[in-house]
């Protein structure tokens, strides 16, 4: 069986300041990883994508994230935040059933 | 990659009553999904529907409660049946184009509200 934990509820940052979303998931193999954003009212939009190969990938928005096979992670990061990131941020991940786990999602608060 | 149109995008409904949400996308797509946000909760998968078959429900959810129709490749719909306050949720659907799974596209959510 495959989870997610998105360890923090609420990320609180300056705007300009950098970026860092945990997300740590459980699953046998490499699975697939994938980190999401829904702002109010919208549906969620995928940020970035890992699958296999290169450990650090980069995505839209200037989003990236790192696979780390020994600690489970595939953290988001954005070296300067800007207020229209403020967002809810979902990790998910995804295995031999090809039916992503979500994880509850970290809500980032940006502060002017 | 596919636009989704979901419907409404929100409402407000007595306990007892039941709610049809409809999802239409701008191209056929074979495999169609229904999840369920509960507040602060991560997104949970109620049911696959598949053109021509019966949805497939996930473990804890049943047709009878989550009725759900897919007459075409493009349109589907998704029933929230004598509902309860428990059943006040965001409920997404979505699609992944030629079923893979890094050309999933997300509909704007219904938000709904049981009274």
């Known amino acids: 069986a495959q989870s997610v934990t998105q360890p923090d509820i609420h990320i609180t940052v300056s705007e300009g300041a950098s970026l860092e979303l945990r997300c740590n998931y459980s699953?046998?193999?490499?699975?697939?990883l994938f980190w999401y954003v829904q702002s109010p009212g919208q549906g969620l939009q995928l940020l970035l994508k890992y699958f296999s190969g290169d450990t650090l990938v980069q995505g839209i928005k200037g989003f990236e994230a790192e696979f780390k096979r020994s600690q489970s992670s595939f953290n988001l990061r954005k070296p300067s935040v800007h207020w229209s990131d403020a967002a809810e941020y979902f990790c998910a991940v995804e295995g031999g059933s090809y039916i992503p786990t979500f994880g509850r999602g970290t809500s980032l608060i940006v502060h002017p | 990659s596919a636009v989704i149109s979901q419907k409404p995008s929100r409402d407000i409904c007595q306990r007892g009553t039941s709610l049809t949400i409809q999802c239409q996308v701008d191209?056929?797509?074979?495999?169609m999904f229904w999840y369920r946000q509960q507040p602060g909760q991560s997104l949970t998968l109620i049911a696959t529907a598949n053109q021509g078959s019966e949805a497939t429900y996930e473990s804890g959810f049943v047709i009878d409660k989550f009725p759900i129709s897919r007459p075409n490749l493009t349109f589907s719909t998704l029933t929230v049946s004598n509902m309860s306050p428990e059943d006040s949720s965001i409920y997404l659907c979505?699609?992944?184009?030629?079923?893979?799974?890094?050309?999933?596209?997300f509909g704007s959510g219904t938000r709904l509200t049981v009274v």
């Open positions: 699953y046998g193999a490499t699975p697939y």
């Open positions: 979505s699609v992944e184009e030629g079923g893979k799974s890094w050309r999933r596209t």
């Open positions: 191209s056929q797509v074979t495999m």
